[in-house]
């Protein structure tokens, strides 16, 4: 069974950084691309970034681009999200995710909230 648990969000200043985890389990992990989505309530889950399988290739919404950086360290099975300049637009409940089976993220973490006070 696949398992995605995030960690590492909380309470910061708007131009601090935090950086969020994601560590997996149940799954092949380095045969995957690996997903982050943030959501606020009343919302859609919007997408934040992504990286391939093998981490060379990574893709950001335009929102976040020039800010945050995504990584992975495929011994660890974990990905992870580094936030820098934060804004109190990235506040939201960020999730972790994965496609298994097909295009489309069928995986998702729990969530770790992000608050990001002015």
């Known amino acids: 069974q696949v398992r995605l648990v995030e960690s590492g969000g909380g309470l910061v200043q708007a131009g601090d950084s935090l950086r969020l985890s994601c560590a997996a389990s149940?799954?092949?992990?380095?045969?995957?691309?690996m997903g982050w989505f943030r959501q606020v309530p009343g919302k859609e889950r919007e997408f934040v970034a992504h990286i391939s399988w093998s981490g060379p290739r990574t893709y950001y919404s335009d929102s976040v681009k020039g800010r945050f950086t995504i990584s992975r360290d495929n011994a660890k099975n974990t990905v992870y999200l580094q936030m820098n300049s934060l804004k109190p637009e990235d506040t939201a409940v960020y999730y972790c995710a994965v496609a298994i089976g097909g295009k489309e993220y069928n995986n998702w973490g729990q969530g770790t909230q992000v608050t990001v006070s002015s």
């Open positions: 149940g799954l092949s992990f380095s045969s995957y691309g």
